[in-house]
Structures are given as C-alpha cells and as structure tokens.
C-alpha cells in the first residue's frame, strides 16, 4: 500500500502548492481528506461524501443521501448497498472513534466511479462481443437430475442476448456459434479480432452448497485491491493487467447489467465482484465483466434455469443495461 499512500499524498501536496502556480484543482476528489491509521490510509466518508453533495441520512450512520438512492456502510463489513444493491469492496469499513473510514483505495476504485458516472455508451460504441462460457469437451457445471449442462445454458442466453441487442442496434458477435471446444488463449483472441466496445463473458454457478443462489457479476480487481473472488490462485494486489485501463468502465458496467438483471429476474442479489484470477477478463481491452447468471446446484434456481422463459428473461435484463441505438443508426444512414 505504500506506493498508493506516497501517490495520493503526491498528488494532494501539488494540489495545495499549486503547482509551480497552477491554481488549485476544483475537482473535490483532490479535497478527500485521509488518515493514517497504523500506516494505513484510510478516508471519512461523511467528510468525503458531502464533498460530493451527498450529505448523511439523518439519523442513521452510514447511510448517504445519493442522486439515484441511498448509499448505505456498516462498520466491519466488506460489501455496502447502492440503492440496495450488493457492491464488494476490498476492504471492510473501519469504525474508528465512532467515525466509519473507507480505504483510500476502495474511495478511488468503488465509490469514485459511482459518484462520478460517466457516459460509457457514446456513440462510436458499436460492437459487443458475447463470450458463451465453456464448450466442447469443457462442459463447466452440470445437474445430471435435470439434465442441464453450463456450456448449453450460456449459449442459449448469448444467442437470446445477441438478438436483443441487435435489436436495439448493436453489432454483436460471440466467441463462439456452436459446441466448440475453446481454450483461454484463442478464445480471447477471436474477441480481439472483433475489437469490442464491451465484452460480456456468461456462465452459469455451482457450489458444494446448494443453499447458494443469486446473480453474481466480476469484473477485474483493479491494482492495489485484492480480490474478492481467489479460488487459491495468487492474488498479486501490485500486479496491473491489461483490463485495468478500464477500471472505471468495467465497474460501472458491471453495476448497470447486475441492477437490470435483479430487476428482470427477481433473483438474489450475491453483489459485483472483483477477481483477478480470471484470464478472460483481465486480458481484454475494453470493459469487460463476467455474469454468473444463477446456480445449478441449487435446487429452486436450477429448475428456473431449466426453463426458457426465465433464460429471456436474464437475456432482457442484460440488454436493458445498454441503450437503444437503433434510431441513431438510421439517423446516421
């Protein structure tokens, strides 16, 4: 963490001195106070947020009014709720002298994307490519009761999900048309042949434990965060890849497709997540998440899944994140 301390007290020190008279910058992000907490930085939210116009419900701590909502922290707890849906952080909230902290890192990567949204939908954004998790002889998750395979849902849902899309006017394409076997390192480069504007990898979930259920949505753990997802692979927390140049935009995607999917489905909210283990993301160039749209070892969710009305219905909910761009198109014809 002290390359992230020495930068943000870098950029702070030349906000106040001007730098070499430059008047300082208005921008309130540069005003975020921190503290050193046992070598720790750590930032305020009441102080920070009202930076940003978004003042402490009264009476409730924690809780911060917000332009769509509520935002709402507890103290020693790693996730908060943005209008009450599920975000990870990568740290829990510190209670300090009765003061809830967030990590000056959680503040630049979690909470600055979303008090400052930007529009990631120009026009020139076009292409999305659809990645149907697994295939071939890589099945992925399997209920042999119901006779569901991962590698088949994800495709049914990306063929639905294209259609949609197209109709509102994106060019889409996936990594894969048919049953085909496709390893990590060609299955990205055939999306990079497509140069993508958005990438969206599907896949469907499985646990040990069958009382596990909900939508889940990753994207890449940005650099100086570790993960929230690991499966026992190494979580280089100083380590930057190449979807890292996306940071903002591949969280606030992930933010938009999860909201509209718990709309359209009614299902669990599990969060969006961070991980860092996952080489079809991490080597994109262009935002880029992976939805786990339920799970197949959950008994109430698989029988959902088995059925093709609640697959559209998933496919709607993503297509519902990204704006209709039929009518520029013909605008521009």
């Known amino acids: ?71 709402d922290f507890k103290p020693n707890h790693q996730s908060f709720t943005m209008v009450d849906q599920k975000i ?73 999900l294209q259609a949609k899309l197209a109709a509102k006017g994106w060019l889409v394409h996936l990594t894969r048309e048919s049953d085909l076997t496709l390893d990590l390192e060609p299955r990205i480069s055939r999306v990079q042949e497509f140069k993508p504007d958005f990438f969206i990898s599907l896949h469907v979930n499985s646990a040990q434990a069958k009382e596990a259920v909900g939508i889940e949505t990753f994207y890449t753990t940005p650099q100086g965060l570790p993960s929230n997802l690991t499966r026992n692979y190494e979580d280089p927390v100083e380590v930057t890849f190449p979807a890292n140049q996306f940071d903002d935009e591949s969280f606030q995607l992930a933010w938009s497709v999860q909201r509209h999917l718990l709309i359209a489905t009614g299902a669990s909210d599990r969060g969006v997540k961070k991980a860092r283990f996952m080489g079809v993301l991490r080597n994109q160039s262009c935002p880029a998440i992976l939805v786990e749209t339920g799970f197949l070892s959950n008994p109430d969710e698989c029988q959902k899944l088995a059925s093709d009305e609640y697959l559209l219905q998933l496919a709607s909910g993503i297509a519902s994140a990204f704006p209709d761009r039929s009518n520029k198109q013909s605008e521009t014809q």
């Not at 963490?1 to 992000?29: N, Q, Y």
């Open 88 to 160: 990870w952080m990568g740290y829990a909230c510190l209670d300090w002298n009765g003061s809830l902290m967030v990590h000056l890192r959680d503040w630049e990567k979690c909470l600055l994307p979303l008090l400052r949204m930007k529009p990631m939908f120009a026009a020139y954004h076009s292409t999305i490519v659809l990645d149907p998790g697994h295939g071939g002889r890589d099945t992925g998750a399997m209920n042999a009761s119901k006779s569901l395979v991962e590698k088949e849902l994800t495709l049914k849902i990306s063929r639905l």
């Open 1 to 71: 963490m002290k390359f992230w301390r020495i930068l943000h007290l870098t950029l702070m020190m030349a906000v106040i001195c001007g730098c070499g008279g430059r008047k300082p910058s208005p921008d309130p992000a540069f005003q975020v106070p921190v503290q050193m907490i046992q070598g720790v930085p750590w930032v305020p939210l009441a102080q920070a947020m009202a930076l940003f116009g978004s003042p402490m419900v009264e009476g409730y701590s924690g809780q911060f009014h917000f332009q769509q909502g509520t935002l």
